[in-house]
C-alpha cells in the first residue's frame, strides 16, 4: 500500500481485508465488488521425508472425508478486538451485529445474558483456537452456508 500511495499508482490488487482497512482510512480510494482469485491452500514438509508425507496424505484426506475442512469453510471465526476494529464505533458495530443476526448469519452463544442483548456479549463466543488458547470471538456463517433455522 506504501506504493500505491508513494508512486500515485492507478490501480493495487491485493487481499481484501488490508484493502477495506485502507480504504476506510482514504476516502478517495474504493474497492471493485467481487474477487479475481481464489487462495488454494496446500501442505509443505521437507524432502526425503515418505512416512511423513504418507501420514499427511492419508490425514487430508480423512479430514476432508470426515466433512472437518468443509465445517471449517462454512463459518468464519474472528477474534472479537479484530472485528470490533473495522467499526469506527459502538453504533456501527451493533448494525453489523445486528445485519448477521437477521440474516441469520451470526452465531450467538447461547445464555440468559444473550437474550436481553443490552450488550455486545450475547454475540461472543469463547472458542478453542488452534493454539490452544480460548479467545472471545464472534462466529458466523460464510454466505455459501444455507442459514440456520429456528428450532
Do not use: C
Amino acid at each position: 500500500m506504501e506504493l500505491f500511495q508513494q508512486d500515485h499508482l492507478d490501480a493495487v490488487a491485493s487481499v481484501r481485508q488490508p484493502l477495506e482497512v485502507y480504504a476506510r482510512e482514504h476516502a478517495d480510494v474504493r474497492i471493485l465488488p467481487g474477487r479475481f482469485m481464489v487462495i488454494e491452500q496446500a501442505v509443505a514438509l521437507p524432502k526425503g521425508r515418505p512416512e511423513a508425507e504418507a501420514y499427511l496424505r492419508q490425514f487430508v484426506e480423512e479430514m476432508k472425508a470426515s466433512g472437518f475442512v468443509a465445517n471449517a469453510l462454512a463459518q468464519y471465526t474472528i477474534h472479537s478486538t479484530v472485528f470490533r476494529s473495522w467499526f469506527a464505533d459502538r453504533r456501527q458495530l451493533r448494525l453489523a451485529l445486528d445485519w448477521l443476526e437477521r440474516r441469520r448469519r451470526l452465531r450467538p452463544k447461547v445464555t440468559e445474558k444473550a437474550l436481553d442483548k443490552t450488550s455486545l456479549d450475547w454475540a461472543e463466543q469463547t472458542p478453542k483456537w488452534p493454539n490452544g488458547r480460548s479467545v472471545r470471538s464472534i462466529v458466523f456463517l460464510g454466505p455459501e452456508t444455507p442459514p440456520k433455522t429456528a428450532a
